[in-house]
């Protein structure tokens, strides 16, 4: 994801606020269903770990879990750094500067892998998918947590007009126009439902049953490395 760290390091102070601006307060539920879906791992991967929110919820939901966050933008780990700095985290969450096309890890390390709203900011999303598989342990889950555009024919049109026209005004007020305009367009340009599933089974998983939420505008793929 060379191109959009800068991206990410302009907008990460603000990161947490809008997220949970825009998606209604449900972007802490979201996180929690997709922590839900790796129950019973150990040591977890977090890819395009940001600032630190999901591996905080994964090792607050999963008893005896440790996270390792990973993420390109120096401004988001240094969030992340911040939070997880309290007694209750620090022993269980490490943060590393890195790509998920490049994964800095051995083969067969982990129980498991999270990423959320990260999969469509990568330079290549197929690439990634191979790394994760590579790192992960045979039978080990990868959890993908993503935006999606709803089947809903009616409500899908409002759905791309918010992404599309309101999401980079409220970005403008913050000066980040231009930041999330690339955000909101590469949701309706990132693969969806069946052509990303078929992504996953070309990087060698076993996709799972998918989980839509909020109306099938957010969608959590699970994919089982064989």
């Known amino acids: 994801m060379p191109e959009t760290t800068s991206l990410f390091n302009k907008i990460a102070r603000h990161y947490d606020s809008l997220n949970t601006f825009f998606s209604f307060g449900m972007d802490k539920i979201w996180r929690r269903r997709l922590a839900e879906q790796i129950r ?11 600032t630190g929110e999901v591996a905080i919820e994964t090792v607050r939901k999963l008893e005896g879990s440790k996270v390792i966050g990973i993420d390109p933008s120096a401004q988001m780990l240094e969030l992340a ?17 890195g ?11 982990f129980d498991a892998i999270t990423i959320a709203f990260g999969i469509r900011n990568t330079v290549s999303p197929l690439q990634s998918l191979k790394e994760m598989n590579r790192v992960l342990k045979t039978g080990g889950k990868a959890a993908i947590l993503e935006f999606t555009i709803p089947k809903n024919t009616i409500f899908a049109p409002l ?11 409220i970005g403008s007020l913050f000066g980040n126009k231009k930041e999330y305009k690339y955000l909101s367009d590469s949701t309706s340009e990132f693969p969806q439902r069946e052509k990303f599933l078929e992504l996953m089974k070309e990087a060698q998983f076993e996709p799972q049953d998918s989980i839509e939420l909020m109306i099938g505008t957010v969608i959590i793929y699970t994919g089982i490395k064989k």
């Open 81 to 97: 750094n911040k939070k997880c700095s309290s007694p209750e985290l620090s022993d269980k969450i490490m943060l590393v500067e």
């Open 159 to 169: 759905y791309l007009f918010y992404f599309r026209k309101f999401l980079p005004f």
């Open 99 to 109: 790509y998920a096309e490049n994964l800095p890890f051995e083969n067969d390390k």
């Open 40 to 50: 019973g791992s150990r040591l977890i991967l977090d890819i395009a770990t940001g």
